[in-house]
């Protein structure tokens, strides 16, 4: 037989090949059709789309941990959402399916008429709960949709209710995935225009969705000389269960569905021991994993060490560089350190619990790894992200303002690309400009560590830059923003700098919303909101500042808040002292609601507020 001739032959079994590997995955991967909200028939026609995914990677000195820790599952699962926000009403359930090393699913084609939401959800466990810590289901979809009505239940409701396996109480010598071949539950939401041969589950830019895990992790490093950390006894009042997915900005409320993390009814040992790496003692390799943590559940550590020669019991609770109580958020690291310890702790595990924190006695710092609530952008060998793209003043006065953070773990020290600038010569002289950092270099990670360098950026903002914006004109030329653009190789990211005056005394209400609106005094911004909260301070600005719905529905919790509209009313109330006082509140926003899908990137918002104090006649 010829060359030629044999070429042709593999080829035509390659393609029956290819064709069979197809028509088998669709099968083994039935999508169940239902019903959409209206009632119409969903057309049988199916569109094959590749899902491009990978886990949004803890930011902080890399431990081994969870082998697993990194990993996305091949066959994750796509619940699809007819509509925009928390409204939208479940229309189909879809189990992805792996072919030549590639994921894959197969969905409804869904019309322009509407937008989508897409939750997809990785390595789910052998069972989920909906709503209690009581029943459990088997993970398929036939269970799924029958505790999940399509054409009913919504993303929101979806998102609240649908929960991991419990944890016993106590959780004895286990803890949520930290055990040879686990894997940990992740999601993302992805909103698309429509479902067809043009939808793409990725970034977009083509890049792959940065999934979130659904749990914490939690780290100790001893560096104190007076101290022998011999481990961690045990984990308090932990959450039982966590959502698959958080919708919003809210930490789940588990008060009553609290356990422990220990080794036996005695403690008779730590749950986790230290190793010594580079002469300091450290769990890193053993991290503890917890599920979500609200601050009122005052979860809390019992750390065991030896102190001038005897054995201590320390209670460590999770305060945070600013002395206040921390929320345990997923897909964050916290990393402890103890550089010193003051005096001793107590003889009993009991003992312990029963005091108050030994925050006092040990000196600590903790490094928070929060990298997935800054806007990233990346390429293969490193990233570069900002906590907020946009900074708003709300002042009278013309001062410097720490504008936002920015985070990055390069290590290549680039000759002339890693500057920070600011473009004040498109504005006019004086109205605002660069102050920190003073050379205006963006400062690289050394080569030693695998620390991220977080590095915070300072900007003069005169009361006069509110009319430098593009909105605004002079003489018919069209003025230009104010930016600060970070250049970091060949990542390039800007934030958008504005100003706005201060607000009066006798309070008022600021208005992000859609609007056509751009008179500067009047106190509406053209922003479509998905949520927002208020960032603790000196002023304690949550007792000032309430955030509201554009409903005006009454609500318990006006510290954060999350919306379908696009609308988020803030509530300033009047000031009765005689001192101004200042306030930070962030937003998270749609930049483009109304385009196509590659608009539909959120960026946060700071907004720093200095109302006025009441005059003194």
């Known amino acids: 037989m010829c060359k030629k001739m044999k070429k042709v032959i593999i080829h035509i079994i390659r393609l029956f090949s290819l064709t069979f590997l197809m028509l088998t995955a669709s099968c083994e991967h039935e999508t169940l059709l239902v019903e959409n909200p209206e009632g119409e028939t969903v057309a049988e026609e199916k569109v094959q789309i590749e899902i491009f995914t990978r886990v949004n990677s803890y930011r902080l000195p890399a431990t081994r941990g969870l082998e697993d820790e990194e990993t996305v599952g091949k066959t994750p699962w796509v619940f699809v959402f007819k509509g925009a926000g928390g409204n939208a009403r479940l229309i189909e359930v879809v189990q992805a399916f792996e072919m030549i090393k590639k994921r894959y699913v197969l969905l409804t084609k869904q019309a322009d008429d509407s937008k989508y939401q897409l939750l997809i959800l990785a390595n789910p466990q052998v069972e989920f709960y909906y709503g209690d810590a009581v029943n459990g289901y088997e993970f398929n979809m036939e269970k799924l949709l029958g505790k999940m009505k399509p054409g009913v239940v919504t993303l929101s409701e979806v998102c609240e209710n649908l929960l991991t396996e419990p944890l016993a109480t106590p959780a004895l010598a286990v803890m949520p995935f930290n055990y040879s071949g686990a894997t940990i539950p992740m999601s993302y939401l992805l909103e698309v225009d429509r479902v067809d041969n043009t939808t793409q589950i990725a970034n977009a830019d083509g890049s792959p969705l940065l999934l979130v895990r659904s749990i914490a992790k939690m780290t100790v490093t001893n560096k104190a000389v007076n101290f022998e950390l011999k481990g961690i006894t045990a984990v308090v009042n932990v959450p039982r269960q966590g959502q698959l997915h958080n919708w919003g900005n809210s930490v789940m409320d588990n008060t009553s569905n609290l356990t422990e993390y220990r080794t036996d009814a005695g403690y008779s040992a730590p749950l986790i021991m230290p190793e010594t790496v580079n002469d300091w003692q450290q769990t890193g390799n053993s991290p503890v994993y917890l599920y979500e943590s609200g601050m009122q559940n005052n979860t809390y550590l019992i750390l065991q060490g030896t102190y001038e020669g005897k054995d201590y019991y320390y209670k460590m609770a999770l305060i945070g560089s600013g002395k206040h109580m921390l929320d345990i958020l997923r897909n964050h690291a916290y990393a402890f350190t103890i550089n010193t310890v003051n005096g001793p702790g107590y003889d009993t595990v009991a003992d312990a619990k029963a005091s108050k924190a030994s925050n006092v006695d040990i000196d600590y710092s903790i490094l928070i790894d929060d990298s997935n609530t800054y806007e990233v952008v990346a390429n293969n060998d490193y990233y570069l992200g900002v906590s907020n793209s946009v900074f708003i003043a709300y002042t009278d006065e013309n001062k410097d303002h720490e504008a936002f953070e920015f985070i990055t ?209």
């Open 409 to 617: 773990d390069c290590k290549t020290d680039f000759p002339e690309a890693k500057t920070i600038r600011d473009n004040e010569n498109m504005l006019a002289g004086g109205v605002f400009g660069l102050k920190k950092p003073i050379d205006g270099l963006i400062p690289i990670v050394n080569q030693e560590t695998t620390d991220p360098r977080k590095t915070a950026v300072e900007v003069y903002v005169s009361n006069w830059l509110k009319w430098y914006e593009d909105t605004q004109y002079y003489q018919g030329v069209r003025r230009d923003n104010a930016y600060i653009t970070l250049k970091l190789g060949n990542l390039v990211k800007s934030v958008h700098i504005r100003q706005r005056d201060a607000l009066p005394a006798g309070g008022t209400t600021l208005k992000y919303m859609p609007t056509g609106n751009t008179d500067v005094a009047v106190h509406e911004m053209n922003y479509y909101c998905l949520s927002a909260f208020v960032e603790k301070g000196s002023d304690n600005p949550p007792a000032w500042i309430k955030l509201r719905p554009s409903t005006g529905a009454a609500r318990d919790d006006t510290e954060s808040i999350t919306v379908d509209d696009g609308k988020i009313y803030i509530e300033v109330l009047p000031n009765v002292a005689s001192a101004p006082r200042t306030g930070i509140i962030y937003l998270v926003t749609i930049r483009d609601p109304d385009g196509s899908v590659g608009s539909h990137v959120t960026q946060r918002i700071k907004v720093s507020v200095t109302q006025l104090g009441k005059s003194i006649s």
